[in-house]
């Protein structure tokens, strides 16, 4: 056998789908278990999927936004909570890419993560803060050159597992509850304690503990940038748009599961059209509007990245909200049409046409963010904004 | 116009300080400036100066500052006179 035969396909979709295998293997027993995917991100490290988006000059591969929402929706048709830890991940790493580069530290720290393949988890919710992680009640202490930090974390995503974790908190002991800025935290720089058990109705994996963190680092590892300007330029969008390649993620899983299930019973009844394959053709219609949905939101945010005024704008916060309603909400119809479809196989755990985690894990779509915050939002920014009726922009 | 901008900051900015404290240059948001707020800013100021924010104009840049408010309004209300 010729050398070239053994080498293993390093594009990065063939690598996403390695992982995806390793995560559909395991992605039952986590989800039953409530733990962490530890496979499926042992396998993003081996495939060195946690760099992608570091530059290339920092070590990485300077992955597209699109790339990475491809990485997410195929790893979201196996086990949607290592998708969602390899979202959140990127969306922290989105962070450093765009706002990092003006600091020695950030960038050592890019090339370290690419290196070492570190997984960087956030606090951004806080005890009191009634959910808006743009209101921040702990403050920074900053003393000569180092900087530390105690907050009560009500959520802190995979928080136990990650090698880094960016904290927002008020710029200083007198800042307002809004002039907050990001730190980044090394293991071994903060302590956790766990206040909070996560045992939910789905993406139990995401292991979303609540912890009280206690940290102290050189003060040059807070983010030079305001995190209002993070939070609008780069957070915004890329959890937005991740987390929506995620559930479309679980939405096709679902349609596939269906469409095996109308296949199968249409070949056993020799061609006869069976009572759910109209369903089929409503959740395929939906499934395309979906895609079409967070095809277009991925190029608004390729279009606006060079434009830091464009990104702040409200018609671009606008367009993304839109795309995180409709995608949490969409995928809701469209697996429960596959249910509908399955019937009692895909109620039922353990057969190929299972939807059950499916359904959960899509549940927390419209309560990451509240829907009902964002509507609020949007409606208050439509006061001001001019609608653009333009159909191609 | 920078003091009628000031009255409407003070009437509906929701600020924890005092208008009067804050220099013009002064960072509204870290000030305690709400996304919110800042809409029923721009609302009231459309309503006093009989104008319409264009599009382009509304982003945290724009009312990131008094000063910047009074350029945003001037670029504004000029243009309108050169039309």
Not at chain 1, 73 to 83: E, F, K, M, N, Y
């Amino acid at each position: 056998m010729s050398l070239p035969a053994f080498a293993a396909d390093m594009t990065l979709g063939a690598r996403a789908h390695r992982v995806a295998a390793v995560a559909a293997e395991f992605a039952d027993r986590v989800d039953r278990d409530g733990r962490f995917p530890r496979e499926a991100t042992d396998a993003m490290k081996a495939e060195r999927l946690l760099g992608i988006q570091i530059p290339t000059a920092f070590g990485g591969e300077s992955a597209s936004i699109q790339e990475i929402a491809e990485v997410c929706s195929i790893l979201g048709q196996a086990c949607a909570a290592s998708a969602m830890v390899f979202a959140m991940h990127q969306i922290k790493v989105s962070s450093l890419v765009e706002h990092g580069s003006e600091s020695e530290w950030h960038k050592d720290f890019m090339r370290e993560l690419a290196s070492r393949q570190l997984l960087v988890a956030s606090a951004t919710t806080e005890a009191g803060i009634g959910g808006n992680m743009r209101n921040s009640i702990c403050a920074i202490e900053i003393d000569g050159g180092t900087c530390r930090l105690t907050k009560d974390a009500t959520v802190i995503s995979y928080g136990a597992h990650a090698d880094a974790i960016m904290v927002t908190s008020r710029s200083s002991e007198k800042a307002a509850p809004t002039d907050q800025v990001m730190t980044v935290f090394k293991r071994g720089q903060y302590t956790i304690d766990k206040t909070v058990d996560w045992d939910t109705l789905g993406m139990r994996g995401t292991c979303s503990d609540g912890f009280l963190f206690k940290g102290e680092a050189p003060a040059v590892q807070i983010f030079p940038k305001p995190f209002a300007e993070i939070a609008a330029q780069s957070m915004l969008a890329t959890s937005h748009l991740w987390w929506s390649s995620v559930w479309y993620g679980i939405a096709a899983d679902a349609v596939q599961r269906a469409q095996s299930f109308v296949r199968a019973a249409a070949r056993k009844s020799n061609g006869a059209v069976p009572p759910g394959a109209t369903r089929l053709a409503e959740a395929s219609n939906l499934l395309q509007l979906l895609k079409a949905n967070i095809v277009a939101g991925l190029k608004t945010y390729a279009d606006a990245k060079a434009d830091p005024d464009q990104l702040s704008s409200m018609a671009f916060s606008i367009a993304m909200n839109n795309v995180k309603l409709a995608s949490s909400e969409t995928i809701l119809v469209i697996i429960n049409q596959a249910m509908i479809i399955c019937g009692i196989m895909g109620y039922k755990n353990g057969t190929p046409y299972s939807l059950g985690r499916h359904l959960r894990d899509a549940h927390s779509a419209q309560l990451m963010i509240s829907n009902d915050r964002i509507l609020g939002n949007t409606s208050t920014m439509l006061l001001v904004q001019k609608p653009d009726t333009s159909l191609i922009g | 116009m920078n003091e009628t901008i000031r009255e409407l900051l003070a009437k509906v900015g929701g600020l924890p300080v005092a208008v009067e404290t804050l220099e013009d240059g002064a960072d509204l948001y870290a000030a305690g400036l709400s996304s919110f707020a800042s809409v029923q800013l721009m609302l009231a100021i459309e309503e006093k100066f009989d104008i319409e924010f264009p599009d382009n104009l509304l982003n945290r840049k724009s009312f990131a500052s008094i000063s910047a408010i009074e350029a945003t309004v001037a670029q504004i209300l000029k243009a309108r006179e050169a039309a």
